[in-house]
């Protein structure tokens, strides 16, 4: 790194991207809960603050700011092509301005968590500010900022095509970490992981963190217990739901905001009204402050951990085919209100089939602790068999282990059937019949026990959970072979753990970013 009068340290914070196991849809409503998984593949947002000295011709200030009041703000995303913005930050009117970009586009998620974030500063700790301020005006002082994605989050089909590599994992190992994906940021074909709500939750994060409105120390999950740190994670919670539904001009259910926050948990979502005085058009600085405060008792969202089954491994796929969420969740809406009644009946059956199989993953946990060898073996046992033979094995009669996974299995194809009634009813493929054949092989691979489409569902992704590496590369072969669809394995694993501060040095690619 550089001169420490030149440029500040970095501050690194990364954020998760989430799989929506259960609770598709139902999860709009506060009645019903969803069980979402937190993944090991992030989204990360570095800060430093730069001297002019320090700073490119690129990322210096426009000659538009005014020096006294505003302070220059360089964003780059070096994995896209034409991906840079200059902003000022008026400190006095807290009024965010962009000056320049690449393409003499915009980025709205960026905007406006750059304008209520540092807006929020201001009220939280005005003097860093001020300080940043002055400096400004002496020798340019300003703040850089990079955001950078793992591979997972974008499609590397056409990456991997031009280097002349297969659609597979090993394929993909062979990339550079956070390598550029040749395309813009408008056009390049997302994975359904959640990157804007990992994009939103890791910058605000980092502004905060950079500026000292929550401590560094809070955000390191082998420390954070306090009470302190608690309200740090609700704090950048609350921002991040407000920035990201305000970038979105809806209030959504939130569930990815909060993978990106807690990782793996039960999540029941916030009453919207919350964030009404903040989304009105003319709302300020102190009305967005007492919206989003930790101690606003109208967040009432729960946030309840969830601890993954030993051995269980979570196997991602993209399947090359569009889906329109928003347009499939209006639809379902649209027919929810249109036949009330029977809406209702299958809402209820599938909150009680979701909810059985949160039951059944705390129920494998808690096995796994009271008989580990019981556990083990059934494990063992079911990860060479196929789960259509798990039910009537003989051999493991007297096993509570092998007594829940065969119920799992019976579990998700109870959701799966379900979900397939909803769309049938509304009129929208959340489980198209291409994906249910390709499910329905991957659940006669050994070893697995679970196989559905995420979320809304769709074409364009699909989860599975194995038991052990084995089972796990057997539905990667399987995937390779598969000819109906392109199924594109991901790399990502499941991951409990939320938004969290990082060490820079440990991140070339980030380092590198800012020499």
């Given at each position: 790194?550089?001169?420490?009068?030149?440029?500040?340290?970095?501050?690194?914070?990364?954020?998760?991207?989430?799989?929506?196991?259960?609770?598709?849809?139902?999860?709009?409503?506060?009645?019903?809960?969803?069980?979402?998984?937190?993944?090991?593949?992030?989204?990360?947002?570095?800060?430093?603050?730069?001297?002019?000295?320090?700073?490119?011709?690129?990322?210096?200030?426009?000659?538009?700011?005014?020096?006294?009041?505003?302070?220059?703000?360089?964003?780059?995303?070096?994995?896209?092509?034409?991906?840079?913005?200059?902003?000022?930050?008026?400190?006095?009117?807290?009024?965010?301005?962009?000056?320049?970009?690449?393409?003499?586009?915009?980025?709205?998620?960026?905007?406006?968590?750059?304008?209520?974030?540092?807006?929020?500063?201001?009220?939280?700790?005005?003097?860093?500010?001020?300080?940043?301020?002055?400096?400004?005006?002496?020798?340019?002082?300003?703040?850089?900022?990079?955001?950078?994605?793992?591979?997972?989050?974008?499609?590397?089909?056409?990456?991997?095509?031009?280097?002349?590599?297969?659609?597979?994992?090993?394929?993909?190992?062979?990339?550079?970490?956070?390598?550029?994906?040749?395309?813009?940021?408008?056009?390049?074909?997302?994975?359904?992981?959640?990157?804007?709500?990992?994009?939103?939750?890791?910058?605000?994060?980092?502004?905060?963190?950079?500026?000292?409105?929550?401590?560094?120390?809070?955000?390191?999950?082998?420390?954070?217990?306090?009470?302190?740190?608690?309200?740090?994670?609700?704090?950048?919670?609350?921002?991040?739901?407000y920035t990201h539904c305000l970038a979105q001009g809806k209030v959504g259910s939130g569930f990815d905001v909060s993978a990106a926050v807690y990782g793996s948990h039960v999540?029941?979502?916030?009453?919207?009204?919350?964030?009404?005085?903040?989304?009105?058009?003319?709302?300020?600085?102190?009305?967005?402050?007492?919206?989003?405060?930790?101690?606003?008792?109208?967040?009432?969202?729960?946030?309840?951990?969830?601890?993954?089954?030993?051995?269980?491994?979570?196997?991602?796929?993209?399947?090359?085919?569009?889906?329109?969420?928003?347009?499939?969740v209006k639809k379902i809406l649209q027919w929810k209100q249109s036949d009330a009644e029977k809406a209702s009946q299958i809402w209820c059956s599938l909150d009680r089939a979701?909810?059985?199989?949160?039951?059944?993953?705390?129920?494998?946990?808690?096995?796994?602790?009271?008989?580990?060898?019981?556990?083990?073996?059934?494990?063992?046992?079911?990860?060479?068999?196929?789960?259509?033979?798990?039910?009537?094995?003989?051999?493991?009669?007297?096993?509570?282990?092998?007594?829940?996974?065969?119920?799992?299995?019976?579990?998700?194809?109870?959701?799966?059937?379900?979900?397939?009634?909803?769309?049938?009813?509304?009129?929208?493929?959340?489980?198209?019949?291409?994906?249910?054949?390709?499910?329905?092989?991957?659940?006669?691979?050994?070893?697995?026990?679970?196989?559905?489409?995420?979320?809304?569902?769709?074409?364009?992704?699909?989860?599975?959970?194995?038991?052990?590496?084995?089972?796990?590369?057997?539905?990667?072969?399987?995937?390779?072979?598969?000819?109906?669809?392109?199924?594109?394995?991901?790399?990502?694993?499941?991951?409990?753990?939320?938004?969290?501060?990082?060490?820079?040095?440990?991140?070339?690619?980030?380092?590198?970013?800012?020499?």
């Open positions: 790194m550089t001169d420490s009068s030149a440029k500040s340290p970095v501050t690194l914070v990364s954020a998760p991207g989430k799989v929506l196991v259960v609770g598709g849809y139902l999860v709009l409503d506060r009645v019903h809960s969803g069980l979402v998984v937190g993944t090991d593949a992030c989204l990360y947002a570095a800060v430093q603050t730069q001297a002019k000295a320090g700073l490119t011709s690129e990322t210096s200030p426009s000659s538009s700011s005014t020096a006294n009041t505003t302070i220059p703000i360089f964003v780059q995303s070096p994995q896209f092509e034409s991906a840079w913005w200059k902003y000022s930050f008026d400190v006095e009117s807290n009024v965010l301005t962009q000056n320049q970009s690449a393409d003499n586009g915009t980025n709205g998620f960026v905007q406006v968590v750059l304008q209520a974030t540092l807006g929020l500063v201001s009220q939280y700790k005005p003097a860093k500010l001020h300080q940043l301020l002055a400096s400004s005006g002496s020798d340019g002082s300003g703040l850089k900022i990079v955001l950078l994605a793992d591979n997972d989050f974008y499609s590397q089909r056409e990456t991997l095509e031009k280097m002349g590599l297969d659609l597979s994992s090993a394929s993909l190992g062979k990339l550079p970490r956070m390598c550029g994906t040749g395309t813009t940021l408008k056009n390049v074909h997302k994975t359904g992981l959640g990157s804007s709500a990992a994009m939103v939750t890791s910058l605000v994060g980092a502004i905060l963190s950079h500026f000292g409105v929550v401590s560094q120390s809070d955000l390191d999950h082998s420390k954070a217990s306090s009470e302190e740190a608690r309200r740090s994670f609700r704090l950048i919670h609350n921002i991040a739901q999540y029941r979502r916030f009453s919207p009204a919350v964030l009404d005085s903040a989304m009105a058009e003319h709302s300020d600085i102190g009305e967005i402050k007492e919206a989003v405060s930790p101690e606003n008792p109208g967040w009432d969202s729960e946030v309840v951990p969830v601890s993954i089954p030993p051995r269980f491994i979570l196997r991602l796929a993209d399947v090359d085919a569009g889906s329109n969420t928003p347009s499939m979701n909810n059985r199989i949160r039951e059944l993953w705390a129920s494998l946990v808690e096995a796994s602790a009271a008989d580990s060898a019981d556990y083990n073996r059934a494990v063992d046992w079911c990860a060479k068999s196929k789960s259509s033979s798990w039910k009537d094995a003989p051999n493991m009669a007297n096993s509570t282990t092998h007594r829940l996974l065969a119920e799992l299995v019976e579990g998700i194809l109870n959701v799966r059937a379900l979900q397939r009634q909803l769309g049938q009813n509304a009129q929208v493929p959340i489980e198209p019949v291409e994906q249910t054949r390709l499910l329905d092989a991957c659940m006669e691979v050994p070893g697995v026990c679970m196989a559905a489409v995420p979320g809304a569902g769709g074409y364009d992704a699909i989860f599975c959970v194995t038991l052990g590496q084995e089972a796990s590369s057997a539905v990667a072969d399987m995937w390779a072979k598969w000819t109906e669809m392109s199924v594109g394995p991901l790399l990502a694993n499941q991951a409990s753990s939320g938004v969290h501060i990082l060490d820079p040095k440990q991140f070339p690619n980030v380092i590198s970013a800012f020499d």
